[in-house]
């Protein structure tokens, strides 16, 4: 069972370099997250779907942007990166109403 | 002020001891509580999801919710040191409004 696939799992970025961090998901949920985690912050969300063709802003959306592709799949974009945006991303998704989520495994973004 | 609020610990019990980890949150609107457990360089992993007050066994674990006081705990019993990790508390609201927000975690360590 694939549940909830993150790529890349590991990316190395010089500042200013654009990059797009996938999800797809197999669970046909309709709710989407992108969170970033940082030591001593622990997650913090930057940008969320609650359903297909719909996104919105979470507590750190700055220096990021969002495409809901489709129902499987939401891409999380830093158009040009930051040392800031050093972080560990996750992806996650649940079906709407009070569902848990699933998180991916992880993906480790390092900005030079 | 954070969304949703945790004591970032360590929180150190010996083995067989009870283990209470705390969490508060703000959002009136939150309806659906959750308790993560992560392990170092892991994705979070539900241990509990909490929607009433009162309490929810599963287990050695059990969930206590208050709304009133929007309050939520999680008791782990006979602690074990595979229960070693970060405890991540979530609180999410439901229908059009999907957001999900995390408080910053509990580290609990138990001693052999």
């Known amino acids: 069972n694939a549940g909830v696939t993150q790529t890349p799992k590991f990316q190395v970025l010089k500042t200013g370099q654009s990059m797009t961090l996938q999800c797809a998901q197999d669970?046909?949920?309709?709710?989407m997250y992108w969170y970033r985690q940082d030591p001593g912050m622990g997650l913090r969300l930057i940008y969320y779907?609650?359903?297909?063709?719909?996104?919105d802003k979470g507590e750190v959306p700055n220096g990021y942007n969002v495409s809901r592709l489709n129902k499987r799949e939401f891409s999380l974009r830093l158009e040009s990166a930051a040392p800031s945006q050093t972080s560990v991303y996750f992806c996650?998704?649940?079906?709407?109403?009070?569902?848990?989520?699933?998180f991916g495994d992880g993906t480790r973004l390092s900005i030079l | 002020q954070k969304e949703v609020e945790q004591n970032s610990g360590p929180l150190s019990v010996p083995e067989g001891a009870i283990a209470s980890l705390n969490c508060t949150y703000s959002?009136?609107?939150?309806?659906?509580f959750f308790w993560y457990r992560q392990y170092s360089g892991k994705s979070p992993e539900l241990i509990m999801s909490?929607?009433?007050?009162g309490d929810k066994e599963d287990g050695r674990f059990t969930a206590q919710l208050n709304k009133a006081s929007q309050y939520v705990s999680l008791l782990i019993r006979d602690s074990q040191p595979s229960d070693s990790a970060t405890y991540l508390c979530?609180?999410?609201?439901?229908?059009?409004?999907?957001?999900?927000?995390f408080g910053t975690g509990t580290k609990l360590q138990v001693i052999p």
């Open positions: 979530a609180a999410g609201r439901s229908g059009g409004y999907q957001k999900v927000t």
């Open positions: 779907s609650a359903s297909e063709g719909t996104t």
């Open positions: 996650a998704s649940r079906e709407q109403g009070e569902q848990p989520q699933h």
């Open positions: 909490i929607y009433s007050n």
């Open positions: 959002d009136r609107g939150s309806q659906s």
């Open positions: 669970m046909n949920h309709n709710s």
